[in-house]
């Protein structure tokens, strides 16, 4: 069992950068995959980036080179580096993790980019 909790969104002008984070109240080093998610007032939840302990990162073409994730196991904690923020980024951003076959999500952390 896991439980999530993301902290770090806010109001921010377009080309500003905010760091997400996404605490985890286990260890994750026993967690294999990880992930941002976003939803936008109308549209799906899409996939933003994605990692695993010693596998690859994956990220949605629309952030590629503008966002940056990470974990650091030692604090249990996942981030996501968002630079270069347009208002098409503007969403509920989720962490998730997959554990044991079950996927857990936070509760959201509102982004919102001004133009």
């Known amino acids: 069992q896991v439980q999530l909790v993301e902290s770090g969104g806010g109001l921010v002008q377009a080309g500003g950068s905010l760091r997400l984070s996404c605490a985890a109240s286990?260890?994750?080093?026993?967690?294999?995959?990880m992930g941002w998610y976003r939803q936008a007032p109308g549209k799906q939840r899409e996939l933003v980036a994605s990692i695993t302990n010693g596998g690859p990162i994956n990220y949605a073409d629309s952030v590629k080179g503008r966002f940056t994730v990470s974990r650091d196991n030692a604090k249990n904690t996942m981030y996501l580096q968002m630079n270069s923020l347009k208002p098409e980024d503007t969403a509920v951003y989720y962490c998730?993790?997959?554990?044991?076959?079950?996927?857990?999500w936070g509760q959201g952390t509102q982004v919102t980019v001004s133009s």
């Open positions: 998730n993790a997959l554990f044991r076959s079950v996927l857990y």
């Open positions: 286990r260890t994750i080093f026993s967690i294999n995959a």
